[in-house]
């Protein structure tokens, strides 16, 4: 069993994970690299992953055979178990819960890509509404207040299967950085009346040096303050709150974005290795006038040295004027 | 010039560094990797660098060629520079300053060693001491108000050069991080009345499980809610809020612990890549109750992946008991 644990100085929840406990020398190749040899995640390959919980398959084929377009399955090695109960305690001065929580993998695809850029946009409908379809299930268990979405392509951004893949993590608590995120709109919002991000959305149309690509519904802009170089986020251009609330108009026009800025960075920058996370308002949150979803892609093109991890306090070598320019003017 | 823009949602500065702008194909290969060929911190190679700001050598050398023990130089690449005035200003929503500051490397030693844990005790000493020195002396220029000392060794840990060397940055900004630390301390201190970092050491000590080493003065232990495998913070026992007013004994016991702590983790596993960073009170602030300096070191073992970019929400697979109980029982 996994264990939550809390730093009290910054209220960080730590997964601490002592189901694969290894000797300290197993440590010195970084743990999470490509595997080799058979892809677990093909089709045809079925009974190397546990058993599917939700699939978009062809009618009249069976449960973990092929036929499946997406397939959700329990992670191999999950961070947290579904089974238990939290029992919250103090240990002294520091606080811990039992590692509870649900964590799947979304696989895009039953061909071997290795990217979401090379999905045709009918998949990358599908995907989304995967995403949104899992979320909706899950959080019906009360336990969990947050849905953590996410994807690494690659194995600098820590991917450990090369198949295209999604993650969904389902939290017992909130993570930090969102805790952070909506302590500062709700500050902004307190202030002036508006949600930050839409306050974002319409400085960035007005000045467009920093508009990636743009649609009916969905802005993608290089943020002004980007931490990494070509970091991009994805909005939706009118305000909501919860991500797993998107209509069915909002996922053809969100599956066109974010193809398209996906195959922009991976045109210009060579099929980098990246991540994206989809950062939501809580579940314990019913609608937020402040909190904006969106999507947050990073490529992971530069080391984070000592100054980073011990400051939060970036150096980005490529203005995000200079990025969306590039992204821009790339097919 | 470079900038330093702040992020409205989370008020995190970021440095964009416009100097070293390259062509997008050019990140395909981390821009941070170990030089090849002739080290320019070896000594005999002292026009490879900038000429020095402060060194300790043997008398009747010249400045700027052999004959030093210690040598500090401004950053050939600073991130920050020196000159002109922040310039603070609104872009609309969003906020800016010029990117003021300063940016010195320290030359642990003129032998080509790789880390500081190939040093002797007497000249992790020196080094503690040229800390101190450069700290005082650059904290007179009242633009800044928070000195960041770092140590980036090997590749994995963003380190450029091999030779064994740290970095200060003198930054107009407290780092978001450190402001967090400051909050959270403040909150414990005016509900307990306690710094919380005295309790943690009380809690350790009691406890047992965790510490690695200790003397008369320092600590070092393996953080309750480490957020990676052997992570290990040194403290002094008795609470000191700047590090820059370290005394001559602690200096004494601090590089003993520093020195040893560092040994442990190299033998144990097998001289990974690691960072440390000096966190310590701005120099806005006098003198604190309840923020207490530390060094956190972070041995370079796993790749970070999306799920901690997206959440600050960390997995780490080896208990900090254990990681302890490795590195207590190593020489």
New interface residues.
């Given amino acids: 069993m996994s264990?939550l644990?809390?730093?009290?100085?910054?209220?960080?929840?730590?997964?601490?994970?002592?189901e694969?406990?290894?000797r300290?020398?197993d440590?010195?190749i970084?743990?999470?690299s490509i595997k080799k040899g058979t892809c677990p995640f093909c089709s045809g390959n079925e009974d190397m992953t546990p058993p599917e919980v939700f699939t978009l398959r062809a009618p009249q084929t069976e449960p973990n055979k092929p036929g499946w377009r997406i397939r959700v399955v329990s992670n191999k090695y999950p961070?947290l178990r579904i089974e238990g109960n939290l029992d919250k305690m103090g240990?002294?001065?520091?606080d811990r819960m039992n590692g509870i929580g649900a964590h799947e993998v979304i696989i895009e695809t039953p061909e071997h890509k290795t990217s979401l850029g090379a999905l045709d946009e009918s998949a990358v409908r599908e995907v989304i509404g995967v995403y949104k379809t899992r979320l909706n299930e899950l959080k019906k268990d009360t336990r969990f207040i947050f849905g953590?979405l996410?994807?690494?392509v690659g194995?600098?951004?820590?991917?450990s299967v090369e198949h295209t893949h999604s993650?969904l993590?389902m939290?017992p608590t909130v993570?930090?950085?969102?805790k952070?995120?909506m302590l500062?709109?709700e500050i902004?919002y307190n202030y002036r009346g508006r949600c930050?991000?839409c306050?974002?959305i319409r400085?960035e149309i007005?000045?467009a040096s920093r508009i990636v690509m743009k649609n009916d519904k969905f802005i993608a802009f290089c943020?002004?303050?980007?931490?990494f170089?070509?970091e991009t986020w994805i909005l939706p251009l009118k305000h909501e709150s919860h991500f797993e609330n998107i209509s069915a108009k909002n996922i053809v026009n969100l599956a066109r974005l974010l193809l398209g800025t996906i195959q922009k960075l991976e045109s210009?920058?060579?099929k980098?290795s990246y991540?994206?996370?989809?950062?939501t308002t809580p579940f314990n949150v019913e609608s937020s006038e402040y909190y904006h979803w969106h999507i947050?892609i990073?490529?992971r093109?530069?080391?984070?040295?000592?100054?980073?991890?011990?400051?939060?306090?970036?150096?980005?070598?490529?203005?995000?004027e200079?990025?969306a320019d590039?992204l821009r003017d790339t097919k």
Avoid at 91 to 94: K, L
Avoid at 155 to 159: F, W
Avoid at 175 to 178: A, D, F, Q, V
Avoid at 301 to 320: H, M, Q, S
């Fill in positions: 264990e644990r809390k730093d009290p100085i910054l209220g960080r929840w730590i997964i601490i994970s002592t694969r406990a290894s300290p020398k440590f010195v970084p743990v999470r961070a240990d002294g001065i520091y953590m996410f994807k690494n194995e600098i951004a820590g991917a993650q993590i939290l993570p930090k950085l969102i952070e995120e500062g709109t902004f930050l991000f306050d974002m400085q007005n000045t943020p002004y303050a980007s931490r170089p070509f210009i920058l060579d980098p991540n994206y996370v989809i950062h947050e990073i490529p093109l530069t080391r984070v040295a000592g100054f980073e991890w011990g400051t939060d306090f970036y150096i980005n070598t490529v203005p995000p200079n990025a590039y």
